[in-house]
């Protein structure tokens, strides 16, 4: 789960902000090596506006930017998590982090989408950070 900082403020560019996530998670992925490509494929990816008042009752902050959720690789669907893995993009908060600019809305919905991509493989916050992705 990646935060953003507090105190910046979003422009009124919402839907372009969904259609430049999309475009750079698509682009993200085109670029993997093969084998991880195959792996990285097989996680939805959802694009929602703020984490819902469902999500925050569970504990999820509302500034998160990313979340994972679902078994990691390797892991099988159990009846005790049912859910396929799927990466949740929370839009409004990229944008705010990157203070409504859409160079660093794209640089940071890339580093979201493969830091919550890490969690789908196993990956803790310390490897994240270690490979600049926290």
Known sequence: MRRRRRGLAAGALREEAYAA??????STL??????????????????????SSHLI???????????FSGPTFGEEVSSADPHAPTITLFIRNILLEADGDMKAFRA????????ELGHYLGLEEDALDARGLA
């Open 21 to 26: 996530a999309r475009a750079e998670v698509e």
């Open 30 to 51: 085109s670029a993997l090596p093969p084998p991880l490509r195959r792996r990285a494929e097989a996680v939805a990816v959802s694009y929602e506006w703020t984490p």
């Open 57 to 67: 009752a569970e504990g999820i902050d509302s500034d998160t930017m990313g979340l």
């Open 108 to 115: 940071e919905a890339r580093r979201t989408y493969l830091h």
